[in-house]
Nanobody, 123 residues
Framework: QVQLVESGGGLVQAGGSLRLSCAAS????????MGWFRQAPGKEREFVAA????????RYADSVKGRFTISRDNAKNTVYLQMNTLKPEDTAIYCC????????????????WGQGTQVTVSS
């Protein structure tokens, strides 16, 4: 059983930056593909980014490509999401998730989820 805890959310002005962290425990972190998803009020959960076991492979949603960067530190059991040039439409609860198999944009492929951290971008 893997436990995931996100941190780093907050309120930022448009154009600003935030770095989210997700700390994992209870499993072998390097065995899991890690992803970030977000859900805005009244909207469905959407894929943001994912990273492979050793960080060599990444995948991004088109809406964040070029602005967000996912990375991981297996020695610290932590995955990060660096978010630059934030826009009001990036406002959402951001959750990290762990998948044992696929770098996938589909939430059903992720077995473990954190509670999320709120990101609010003001215009």
């Amino acid at each position: 059983q893997v436990q995931l805890v996100e941190s780093g959310g907050g309120l930022v002005q448009a154009g600003g930056s935030l770095r989210l962290s997700c700390a994992a425990s209870g499993g072998t972190f390097s065995n899991y593909i890690m992803g970030w998803f977000r859900q805005a009020p009244g909207k469905e959960r959407e894929f943001v980014a994912a990273i492979g076991w050793n960080g060599a492979f990444t995948r991004y949603a088109d809406s964040v490509k070029g602005r967000f960067t996912i990375s991981r530190d297996n020695a610290k059991n932590t995955v990060y999401l660096q978010m630059n040039t934030l826009k009001p439409e990036d406002t959402a609860i951001y959750c990290c998730a762990a998948s044992p198999r696929l770098i996938s944009p589909s939430a059903v492929d992720y077995h473990y989820w954190g509670q999320g951290t709120q990101v609010t971008v003001s215009s």
